[in-house]
């Protein structure tokens, strides 16, 4: 009789938390990769790109990410987290390396879209499964190193570009997608577990209490679909109304900078006299900030919580983007970037911490996958505003004008978004850890 191995609830923790973060690593790798090969698409022979269509090329992974978070959401429902994670891993990981073998401009922007619709669904799905299997007082660790998974993403990116585009061409880069399929998604099917809050819901306590068991986690009452909890009209009547508005439209800001940088930084760069292996370097510079920016703002958060650190974060990225309008020196413009790519994504991060901060347990699922759902339109814009105005003749620094002033209205939107209600800074760890497993974005 074959002996079921019962793993110390720190290693199941290690386990889950590392195998959900590398497969958000792979999906920042296969977001932000069109970034590094835009210069090279732009001179694709017979392709005859423009940079407004190369804009909108970029916005379809954007808008696919958009309608694969719904429907990842309505799929975790009907056949579990786990599953749900590694079919979008496939899913995404197979229709980014068909990119390679695009036709034409048309042919490549459906297979992003396609792309994107494994994307979106992941990360949620990936961060809500992580965060069950560790302590309530981990859960905020782990959140910001699921959204850290991103930016380490670009950073892989802007690194394996530099060695692999000048030799192999831009379809290598997409083709290394197939990793996740062939090396992440076996070793997720062999030891990723399913959500014990999932298999409760529908009826399957018997399994749950095994898995509950073998992971070392504390057994959880049934308490129906978590995913239920929190309805949308609540977030937008009284008190909640104008806190809902501007966590939303300072997401949508913030995703807008963020995007829009990872998308054309390289051509920008390019356009300003450097060579493509040096372009490649300024957005591993933003990608690196990015990453510090998951760790220094959260350590920030702690001492003066995130709403002010928030704000401090958006105008620091305000400046670093002013400072490249001034044309400076290639080693001030690395800092700019590294300080932009702090700001940018750690204002990201703790707009998520603050909505959680501001909402009761019961509504603050809704309140982040709204926020967030609701914030990608400004990703889906940011590709292709930067496309037009580079088309209408604008040069480089409308671009760097149009990010900077994004994360500045940013800073002032979290500047006048209401204090917490008491209410909503008590803690529950039930309450918040189900909240959190509803996020859907």
């Not at 269509?53 to 309608?67: P, W």
């Not at 799905?125 to 069950?132: D, I, P, Y």
């Not at 020196?329 to 940018?344: D, E, I, K, Q």
Request: aromatic residues 8%; positive net charge.
């Amino acid at each position: 009789m074959t002996q079921t191995t019962y793993l110390p609830p720190r290693r199941a923790a290690f386990l889950v938390t590392a195998l959900c973060w590398v497969i958000v690593v792979f999906d920042g790798y296969d977001l932000i990769v069109y970034g590094t090969v835009l210069p090279k698409l732009l001179q694709e022979p017979g392709w005859h790109l423009t940079k407004s269509t190369a804009g909108l090329l970029g916005s379809l992974a954007f808008l696919g990410m958009l309608v694969g978070a719904v429907l990842a959401g309505v799929l975790a429902d009907r056949i579990g987290r786990r599953r749900t994670i590694v079919g979008c891993t496939a899913w995404f990981s197979v229709f980014t390396a068909l990119c390679a073998f695009a036709p034409n401009p048309g042919a490549f922007g459906a297979l992003r879209f396609l792309a994107g619709l494994g994307l979106g669904g992941l990360v949620p799905s990936a961060n809500a499964l992580a965060t069950e299997f560790v302590g309530p007082r981990h859960r905020s660790v782990v959140s910001t190193l699921m959204m850290s998974g991103v930016p380490i993403g670009g950073t892989v990116a802007a690194v394996v570009g530099i060695g692999v585009l000048p030799r192999f061409g831009w379809e290598a880069m997409f083709l290394i997608a197939l990793l996740a399929v062939l090396v992440v998604t076996p070793l997720c099917l062999r030891l990723l577990p399913e959500s014990p809050v999932w298999l409760r819901s529908r009826g399957e306590h018997a399994r749950a209490a095994e898995i509950e068991e073998r992971f070392g986690l504390p057994s959880s009452p049934n308490h129906g679909t978590v995913l239920q909890i929190g309805r949308l009209r609540s977030l937008l009547r009284s008190p909640y109304t104008v806190a809902t508005a501007l966590f939303s439209l300072a997401t949508v800001v913030t995703l807008f900078a963020w995007y829009g940088l990872a998308t054309w930084l390289p051509q920008l760069m390019r356009e300003s006299g450097f060579d493509l292996g040096s372009s490649l370097t300024f957005l591993l510079a933003l990608s690196l900030g990015a990453v510090l920016g998951s760790l220094v703002t959260a350590w920030g958060a702690t001492r003066t919580g995130p709403i002010p650190t928030a704000v401090i974060a958006a105008l620091a990225a305000a400046v670093g983007l002013a400072v490249l309008l001034t044309h400076p020196h290639s080693s001030v413009a690395y800092g700019a970037l590294v300080l932009a790519g702090v700001g940018t994504h750690g204002t990201q991060c703790l707009i998520i911490a603050a909505v959680v901060n501001h909402y009761p347990p019961h509504l603050r699922g809704s309140a982040l996958g709204f926020s967030l759902g609701f914030g990608r339109i400004g990703a889906v814009l940011a590709p292709q505003a930067g496309g037009w105005l580079l088309a209408a003749g604008l040069g480089v620094d409308s671009n760097f004008l149009a990010f900077a002033l994004a994360a500045a209205v940013a800073g002032v939107f979290l500047l006048l978004c209401p204090r917490p209600s008491a209410s909503a800074d008590v803690a529950d760890g039930v309450a918040t850890s189900r909240s959190e497993g509803a996020v859907r974005t």
